[in-house]
């Protein structure tokens, strides 16, 4: 079939397919049209594939073709079906790699208040092209009804978002330093029922070690926490069996109608006995479980004259728990746990305080076990010592605490350990997003982003009507098949991960952004992202802007280099196509907008030129009493300049520094395309894996996961990749 352009002439020529040389090939009939009904658009450029002798016709960039159904010239509306591969991991997000080096520049030695550089501002107009939602706070009435950020009563976009919107593609565009407000954080994993197959973990998990976990009490000292050690006698065991499952089924059958012994009978008598005594056992397992289950809520400890009695948390099969005499323990002896480790700790407790939390909170009466809590929870009139806890031991050192033997661990690496090093620090030289922005310690920001107001040139509702947004359940960092490279030998896609945090090999994916696409209400016709149930514990109300909504803002700059203020057109002016992302709920297709600057500068030669740039500006030139110059100037400057340093820096002799040539910022403008991502298929391709509405992985999704699927690279990701 070729691909050829469908053109809607005029109201009385009606539409042609046109051939290559750019002439009609043939004009849609009447049939074809009405068969194409409501997906024609006169107002933007078409194309069709089209077989040799048209009896098919299909529409680019969609599901839907037409085929000829009889001999009259009748054709009948169809659609493709889709089916992904299911061996790839997709997700709503990408990354831009990091490079091993950043770019470092000279800063100017000038102080903000002198007029050496270039000061002036630039205006922006913001259009949504996808509805746009940026939170300001919880509503007084309803803390789940979030209110959007709002100027004298009117929508209206923070200068904070723009800035970091700005900001964090200006990272990437002049290869600045890689920049986390964590370095030190540890992620923490747990592999104890993965298909060895495909876990690489296991061996990891059980060499540190099940075996090697020791048993102590945790306390609280003088905001610091410690652990008295357990020392369990040579004769004795601090674990205890409850009784085998045949225990259980014989008191459950003493109150219970359809005995053990009549279930068995019904599977001995039916044909398919394996299936039939399969289902028998399910469901004697099952209200088995629902009578033992009381008896084991997460994490419960008593103290009695003599011993600790504790159960680590209740599962499934689980007919364990754990006692311990008060005379093991050292009190004389106290173990601190250092302040990395609980901070680290702390850090991925948070994790689970959100949506996943409040659902284990209801279907286990108690949220994750969070150590630090419980022992400020204690209360000493009841004479409880400290909470018992597992830990781990690294060169008399404590490496891991937890609630229970098979609790996550906390990686060897940290997130920052994985982040190329970049330099020793030099006070003379830095990257350019910290002379633009600044930092805390060193430099001030020379930029400055006004609030975004709302036009007067809008018409129509301000507002969408408001959405029960399902929750937003995405991948944490810990999914290393996700967030660490995971290339092949040949530096090629691989199916399953093979390398963690603590590989020495190990690798961070990069600077994280999310792909364009489109409101799913629009594609499916269906309400996607609304929740069927609203569930106040992880639900959030929202009423976002509507599409088409213009703002004006302005960016303030004051004393750049010519190549300074360069790079910040450069960062506002993306290729054809593109557009940025901005707000919640950008998995969804949220947050699409378009940006037009338009610049105002005075070149700040004389002490005379007030800041308050008095001069004004003509035809958009700039111009302050000098020669004019335009924004291909500054865009030039900084390009040239970019190669040049490329060259130098990174002994590149043949660095070309463009949208399409260079690596790092072809892998960003794929991920920032906004055209051609309205189908279902693109949707479909950067959609999460996994049920949000359950909050809970099933089917394909938990397979995903399981197998460790891997995220391909930014540029992989096409219908293509996930179809062949």
Same mark, same amino acid.
């Given at each position: 079939?070729?691909?050829?352009?469908?053109?809607?002439?005029?109201?009385?020529?009606?539409?042609?397919?046109?051939?290559?040389?750019?002439?009609?090939?043939?004009?849609?009939?009447?049939?074809?049209?009405?068969?194409?009904?409501?997906?024609?658009?006169?107002?933007?450029?078409?194309?069709?594939?089209?077989?040799?002798?048209?009896?098919?016709?299909?529409?680019?960039?969609?599901?839907?073709?037409?085929?000829?159904?009889?001999?009259?010239?009748?054709?009948?509306? +169809?659609?493709?079906?889709? #089916?992904?591969?299911?061996?790839?991991?997709?997700?709503?997000?990408?990354?831009?790699?990091?490079?091993?080096?950043?770019?470092?520049f000279e800063k100017t030695g000038k102080k903000h208040d002198s007029l050496s550089g270039y000061s002036g501002y630039i205006d922006i107009e913001i259009e949504t092209l996808t509805p746009t939602f940026i939170g300001y706070q919880p509503s007084a009435e309803n803390s789940n009804h979030i209110l959007p950020f709002e100027i004298n009563g009117k929508p209206a976009i923070p200068g904070s978002s723009i800035r970091g919107m700005l900001r964090a593609l200006m990272q990437v565009l002049t290869y600045?330093?890689?920049?986390?407000?964590?370095?030190?954080?540890?992620?923490?994993?747990?592999?104890? /029922?993965?298909?060895?197959?495909?876990?690489?973990?296991?061996?990891?998990?059980?060499?540190?070690?099940?075996?090697?976990?020791?048993?102590?009490?945790?306390?609280?000292?003088?905001?610091?926490?410690?652990?008295?050690?357990?020392?369990?006698?040579? *004769?004795?065991?601090?674990?205890?069996?409850?009784?085998?499952?045949?225990?259980?089924?014989?008191?459950?059958? #003493?109150?219970?109608?359809?005995?053990?012994?009549?279930?068995?009978? #019904?599977?001995?008598?039916?044909?398919?006995?394996?299936?039939?005594?399969?289902?028998? +056992?399910? #469901?004697?397992?099952?209200?088995?479980?629902?009578?033992? %289950?009381?008896?084991?809520?997460?994490?419960?400890?008593?103290?009695?004259?003599?011993?600790?009695?504790?159960?680590?948390?209740?599962?499934?099969?689980?007919?364990?728990?754990?006692?311990?005499?008060?005379?093991?323990?050292?009190?004389?002896?106290? !173990?601190?746990?250092?302040?990395?480790?609980?901070?680290?700790?702390?850090?991925?407790?948070?994790?689970?305080?959100?949506?996943?939390?409040? %659902?284990?909170?209801?279907?286990?009466?108690?949220?994750?076990?969070?150590?630090?809590?419980?022992?400020?929870?204690?209360?000493?009139?009841?004479?409880?010592?400290?909470?018992?806890?597992?830990?781990?031991?690294?060169?008399?050192?404590?490496?891991?605490?937890?609630?229970?033997?098979?609790?996550?661990?906390?990686? &060897?690496?940290?997130?920052?350990?994985?982040?190329?090093?970049?330099?020793?620090?030099?006070?003379?030289?830095?990257?350019? *997003?910290?002379?633009?922005?600044?930092?805390?310690?060193?430099?001030?920001?020379?930029?400055?982003?006004?609030?975004? &107001?709302?036009?007067?040139?809008?018409?129509?509702?301000?507002?969408?009507? /408001?959405?029960?947004?399902?929750?937003? !359940?995405?991948?944490?960092?810990?999914?290393?098949?996700?967030?660490?490279?995971?290339?092949?030998?040949?530096?090629?896609?691989?199916?399953? /991960?093979?390398?963690?945090?603590?590989?020495?090999?190990?690798?961070?994916?990069?600077?994280?952004?999310?792909?364009?696409?489109?409101?799913?209400?629009?594609?499916?016709?269906?309400?996607?992202?609304?929740?069927?149930?609203?569930?106040?514990?992880?639900?959030?109300?929202?009423?976002?802007?509507?599409?088409?909504?213009?703002?004006?803002?302005?960016?303030?700059?004051?004393?750049?280099?010519?190549?300074?203020?360069?790079?910040? !057109?450069?960062?506002?002016?993306?290729?054809?196509?593109? /557009?940025?992302?901005?707000?919640?709920?950008?998995?969804?297709?949220?947050?699409?907008?378009?940006?037009?600057?338009?610049?105002?500068?005075?070149?700040?030669?004389?002490?005379?030129?007030?800041?308050?740039?008095? &001069?004004?500006?003509?035809?958009?030139?700039?111009?302050?009493?000098?020669?004019?110059?335009?924004?291909?100037?500054?865009?030039?400057?900084?390009?040239?300049?970019?190669?040049?340093?490329?060259k130098r820096q990174h002994n590149q002799p043949y660095a070309i520094y463009n949208w399409s040539e260079n690596e790092r910022l072809s892998s960003l403008k794929h991920l920032l395309q906004y055209e051609e991502r309205g189908t279902q298929e693109w949707y479909d391709i950067t959609n999460y894996m996994g049920n949000a509405e359950e909050g809970r992985l099933q089917g394909t999704a938990l397979d995903a996961y399981k197998n460790r699927w891997v995220l391909p690279e930014a540029k992989e990701v096409?219908?293509?990749?996930?179809?062949?």
């Amino acid at each position: 079939m070729s691909k050829q352009k469908l053109v809607y002439k005029t109201e009385k020529d009606g539409w042609y397919v046109l051939n290559e040389n750019g002439d009609n090939d043939f004009k849609l009939s009447r049939k074809m049209i009405s068969a194409l009904d409501s997906h024609l658009d006169p107002s933007s450029e078409n194309e069709v594939e089209v077989n040799n002798d048209k009896s098919i016709i299909k529409l680019v960039g969609t599901q839907y073709y037409i085929e000829k159904s009889d001999d009259q010239g009748g054709y009948t509306l +169809k659609k493709e079906e889709f #089916e992904m591969r299911n061996n790839r991991a997709h997700a709503p997000y990408n990354f831009v790699d990091i490079g091993n080096r950043p770019l470092f520049f000279e800063k100017t030695g000038k102080k903000h208040d002198s007029l050496s550089g270039y000061s002036g501002y630039i205006d922006i107009e913001i259009e949504t092209l996808t509805p746009t939602f940026i939170g300001y706070q919880p509503s007084a009435e309803n803390s789940n009804h979030i209110l959007p950020f709002e100027i004298n009563g009117k929508p209206a976009i923070p200068g904070s978002s723009i800035r970091g919107m700005l900001r964090a593609l200006m990272q990437v565009l002049t290869y600045s330093e890689f920049k986390l407000f964590d370095m030190d954080r540890k992620l923490f994993f747990r592999s104890v /029922a993965t298909d060895r197959n495909h876990s690489f973990l296991n061996d990891q998990y059980d060499k540190e070690g099940i075996a090697a976990s020791k048993v102590g009490i945790m306390v609280k000292r003088n905001n610091k926490y410690f652990i008295h050690p357990v020392v369990i006698p040579d *004769d004795c065991t601090y674990e205890i069996k409850l009784g085998d499952r045949s225990r259980y089924v014989r008191e459950w059958d #003493e109150s219970n109608e359809r005995s053990y012994e009549t279930l068995q009978q #019904e599977a001995q008598d039916s044909r398919d006995k394996k299936e039939a005594f399969k289902r028998a +056992k399910n #469901e004697i397992a099952n209200n088995l479980e629902r009578e033992v %289950k009381p008896e084991y809520h997460p994490f419960q400890y008593e103290v009695n004259d003599d011993k600790i009695t504790w159960f680590s948390g209740w599962m499934k099969h689980k007919r364990v728990k754990y006692v311990i005499q008060k005379d093991w323990i050292n009190t004389d002896h106290l !173990l601190e746990i250092p302040e990395k480790l609980i901070k680290s700790y702390q850090q991925d407790s948070q994790i689970f305080n959100g949506e996943l939390n409040k %659902k284990e909170e209801e279907r286990n009466g108690e949220k994750h076990i969070d150590l630090l809590q419980k022992c400020e929870n204690l209360n000493i009139d009841e004479d409880l010592i400290g909470v018992p806890v597992f830990y781990l031991l690294d060169e008399d050192q404590i490496s891991h605490f937890g609630h229970t033997k098979y609790s996550r661990r906390p990686y &060897k690496n940290s997130v920052g350990d994985l982040v190329p090093k970049a330099r020793s620090f030099d006070e003379k030289v830095y990257d350019l *997003d910290t002379l633009l922005f600044g930092d805390t310690e060193n430099w001030a920001s020379r930029l400055s982003f006004t609030d975004a &107001k709302y036009s007067e040139e809008n018409k129509d509702k301000s507002y969408m009507e /408001a959405i029960n947004l399902k929750p937003l !359940l995405a991948p944490k960092p810990t999914s290393f098949q996700l967030y660490l490279k995971q290339q092949n030998s040949r530096g090629g896609y691989t199916e399953h /991960a093979s390398k963690s945090y603590d590989s020495s090999d190990a690798e961070l994916r990069g600077y994280k952004f999310y792909f364009h696409r489109p409101y799913v209400n629009d594609v499916s016709g269906q309400n996607e992202i609304t929740a069927n149930n609203f569930n106040e514990s992880i639900n959030k109300t929202i009423q976002p802007i509507s599409i088409g909504k213009k703002f004006n803002s302005r960016i303030y700059f004051q004393n750049l280099r010519k190549f300074e203020l360069g790079a910040l !057109l450069f960062a506002l002016k993306l290729p054809e196509g593109g /557009a940025y992302k901005i707000g919640m709920a950008k998995p969804f297709g949220f947050g699409s907008i378009n940006i037009k600057p338009k610049l105002k500068v005075h070149a700040t030669y004389s002490k005379n030129v007030s800041f308050h740039f008095k &001069k004004i500006v003509k035809n958009d030139m700039l111009y302050s009493g000098k020669p004019k110059f335009k924004e291909d100037d500054f865009l030039s400057c900084y390009v040239n300049g970019m190669n040049k340093e490329l060259k130098r820096q990174h002994n590149q002799p043949y660095a070309i520094y463009n949208w399409s040539e260079n690596e790092r910022l072809s892998s960003l403008k794929h991920l920032l395309q906004y055209e051609e991502r309205g189908t279902q298929e693109w949707y479909d391709i950067t959609n999460y894996m996994g049920n949000a509405e359950e909050g809970r992985l099933q089917g394909t999704a938990l397979d995903a996961y399981k197998n460790r699927w891997v995220l391909p690279e930014a540029k992989e990701v096409s219908i293509e990749f996930y179809t062949k």
